[in-house]
Every structure is written in C-alpha cells, then in structure tokens.
C-alpha cells in the first residue's frame, strides 16, 4: 500500500454536486453525515494552517441564501454556492448524469475552475474520501515555499496546457524533491542550480507526455530553460562532465558545436539523469502511475458532466480496442518514464 505523500503548500479544491431536490440531506443521514465529516476535516486543516476551497453545485429549485445556510452551519467556511434552475430534472438524470443537466453542470463547473482555480490540478482527495465530491483537487498555497526562480519564467517554458499550473507544479516538485531541503543543505548557487534542475527536468518531462499522447509536440527548449532558471555555467560544465562520458570534441564535432555552445547538451544530460526519479517521485505523490496518468491526461482533456471517479474509470478500465491503442503510449511514458514518442 503506498504511503501518502506530504502536500506541504497545497491546498485542496472540492466540489459537490446535488442534482435534484435531495438537499439538504436528511437528518443523520449518511449523506448527511459524510458532509459533516467533511466539514469536520477542513476546520481540522484550517486550524493546521491549510485552508481548502469548497463549491457546492445545486441543481434544481433552489434558495441560494437558504443553502448556504444549511452549509455554513455543517461548519464549512471558505465555500461558494451555484445554483441551477432546470426544467428537465428527473430522477433518472439525478441517477445517470445523463443529457442536457449534466452538461449545464459540466460547463458550470469548467466555468468555475478555469475563473476562480486556473492552477488547480486533478488528485483524489485523501484527506475527504468520505464524502462523495463530483471532483477534487490540489492547487498551490501562495507565499508557502520560496523558489530561487521567477514562476512566470517557469510557466513560460511549459507546454500551453500546463502555464497556468505553474505554480502548482512547482510545489509538488518541492514536495517529492524536497527542494527547500536541497537548498537549505548547500551553498546558495549550487542549492539554486540544483532546484533548476529538478524544475528542468518537470518541464521537458510534461513536454515529453504532451508528444506521447498525441496533443503535440515535445517543443523543450534546454537553452531557454537554462537561461530562464538561473542554471550557472559552472554547475552545467561539472554536470556534463561528470555525467557524460563521451569525449567533448567528438561531442561538438557530433553537433556542429563550439565548446562555449555546449549548454544544452548538459541540460539534456541533466535531465536525462534525474528523469526516472522525477517520475517515480511523481507517481507516489499522485497514487501511483494510474493517478498519474490521470492528472496529466485531465490536465489535457478536462471533463466535468460526470464524477471525477467515472470519467478515471472509464479511461483506466477501457476494454475498448482502438481507445487502449490510443492510451499506449502516454501508458508507457508514464509507468517507464519515457518512449519514443516523446521525442517527437
């Protein structure tokens, strides 16, 4: 069983759906009940210092003073309420999620995310699995870990689907890396060009599955990304000479370089060399190489008209042929931590 990783500087973002004229739940009812865990849970991390985001989605006739109300008093605090008129609610779209409801809460949803929680990236929640929320995440805490590099010059370098997620990223990379640890334990510069590293290798990495599942193409530019995160000559000449073992004129022959033109080839030696770390560290962090595969395929393709748990479903448990043919690649770059794809 894996053991949870920390999430120090992330907090968590919640939604919960109610399709019909089921809320509030009855009295000492398990839905009921499991909000009230909830509500439990997030006054138990606020007063630890982390302040999760919750938004309840009703859909049906509903008072939007009187649910927050009945939320507040379940004891949740930092929350929002929408709520959706809908003439064509029956049970059995309450049930399947089915038809036009669903959509209007998926693109509400979407809405929500994309306006109020841009860096939010897709994780089941550990700390709320009692309660059944329609999805869950983790984004960034501001102010929390310091970086030695400026996270618009990160985001710059990542693929397009993941710029507004920069800061996010980057304290799940200080989580696993332990980054505050690395630069705590070594001389400025050289604690500074080793975060730029790990922060080098993320980046190529999510260029790498953005070629491998066929949404584009693995556009890592190591020259850029050198620049852009303060990586110092020095620390790049030692890195290529110590992970490199070909000889360096035959090198710069190799690549029509002049040896003062050597520097991406160290990021690419870099990277190369933290790569299976950075993934492994990753897959503990998310759950394992499934939950993996979902953040970074969400990130991508997000759907919101139906629980988060059924949409990982159906793209984990596929049966399908022509969809398992599509998932083979961005599986393997996940569970190896490259394929020849990426590099497309």
Request: overall charge negative; charged content about 20%.
């Given at each position: 069983?894996?053991?949870?990783?920390?999430?120090?500087?992330?907090?968590?973002?919640?939604?919960?759906?109610?399709?019909?004229?089921?809320?509030?739940?009855?009295?000492?009812?398990?839905?009921?009940?499991?909000?009230?865990?909830?509500?439990?849970?997030?006054?138990?991390?606020?007063?630890?210092?982390?302040?999760?985001?919750?938004?309840?989605?009703?859909?049906?006739?509903?008072?939007?003073?009187?649910?927050?109300?009945?939320?507040?008093?379940?004891?949740?605090?930092?929350?929002?309420?929408?709520?959706?008129?809908?003439?064509?609610?029956?049970?059995?779209?309450?049930?399947?999620?089915?038809?036009?409801?669903?959509?209007?809460?998926?693109?509400?949803v979407s809405s929500w995310l994309n306006r109020e929680h841009p860096?939010?990236?897709?994780?089941?929640?550990?700390?709320?699995?009692?309660?059944p929320f329609w999805w869950t995440g983790i984004e960034h805490d501001?102010?929390?870990?310091?970086?030695?590099?400026?996270?618009?010059?990160?985001?710059?370098?990542?693929?397009?689907?993941?710029?507004?997620?920069?800061?996010?990223?980057?304290?799940?990379?200080?989580?696993?890396?332990?980054?505050?640890?690395?630069?705590?334990?070594?001389?400025?510069?050289?604690?500074?060009?080793?975060?730029?590293?790990?922060?080098?290798?993320?980046?190529?990495?999510?260029?790498?599955?953005?070629?491998?599942?066929?949404?584009?193409?693995?556009?890592?530019?190591?020259?850029?990304?050198?620049?852009?995160?303060?990586?110092?000559?020095?620390?790049?000449?030692?890195?290529?000479?110590?992970?490199c073992t070909d000889d360096l004129e035959t090198l710069c022959d190799?690549?029509?370089?002049?040896?003062?033109?050597?520097?991406?080839?160290?990021?690419?030696?870099?990277?190369?060399?933290?790569?299976?770390?950075?993934?492994?560290?990753?897959?503990?962090?998310?759950?394992?190489?499934?939950?993996?595969?979902?953040?970074?395929?969400?990130?991508?393709?997000?759907?919101?008209?139906?629980?988060?748990?059924?949409?990982?479903?159906?793209?984990?448990?596929?049966?399908?042929?022509?969809?398992?043919?599509?998932?083979?690649?961005?599986?393997?770059?996940?569970?190896?931590?490259?394929?020849?794809?990426?590099?497309?």
């Amino acid at each position: 069983m894996l053991t949870p990783s920390p999430q120090y500087g992330l907090r968590q973002v919640l939604i919960h759906v109610t399709i019909g004229d089921y809320f509030p739940p009855s009295t000492d009812s398990a839905p009921e009940i499991s909000l009230l865990r909830a509500a439990n849970r997030s006054m138990l991390r606020k007063k630890n210092g982390t302040t999760d985001v919750f938004l309840f989605v009703l859909v049906g006739h509903y008072d939007t003073d009187m649910a927050r109300e009945v939320i507040s008093g379940y004891g949740f605090t930092n929350f929002s309420v929408i709520t959706m008129e809908s003439d064509q609610l029956d049970e059995q779209l309450s049930i399947s999620y089915g038809g036009n409801v669903s959509a209007e809460v998926g693109d509400c949803v979407s809405s929500w995310l994309n306006r109020e929680h841009p860096g939010a990236l897709a994780l089941f929640s550990r700390e709320y699995q009692s309660a059944p929320f329609w999805w869950t995440g983790i984004e960034h805490d501001d102010g929390v870990l310091e970086r030695p590099f400026n996270t618009d010059d990160f985001a710059s370098e990542l693929p397009a689907t993941h710029r507004t997620r920069a800061a996010t990223w980057l304290i799940v990379l200080g989580n696993v890396a332990k980054l505050h640890t690395v630069q705590a334990t070594s001389p400025d510069v050289l604690g500074s060009d080793r975060a730029a590293s790990w922060a080098a290798t993320l980046c190529e990495w999510l260029h790498g599955f953005n070629a491998a599942s066929g949404n584009g193409y693995n556009d890592f530019d190591a020259d850029s990304v050198s620049e852009k995160l303060g990586m110092s000559d020095f620390y790049l000449g030692f890195e290529f000479a110590r992970l490199c073992t070909d000889d360096l004129e035959t090198l710069c022959d190799e690549h029509d370089l002049d040896l003062d033109k050597i520097g991406w080839l160290a990021v690419a030696a870099i990277t190369a060399n933290l790569r299976d770390e950075l993934r492994s560290m990753l897959s503990d962090f998310f759950d394992g190489d499934s939950g993996l595969l979902w953040v970074l395929y969400s990130s991508i393709w997000p759907r919101f008209a139906k629980p988060m748990v059924d949409y990982s479903q159906e793209l984990l448990q596929t049966d399908d042929y022509n969809r398992l043919a599509e998932l083979d690649a961005p599986w393997r770059f996940v569970s190896e931590g490259w394929c020849d794809e990426a590099d497309v």
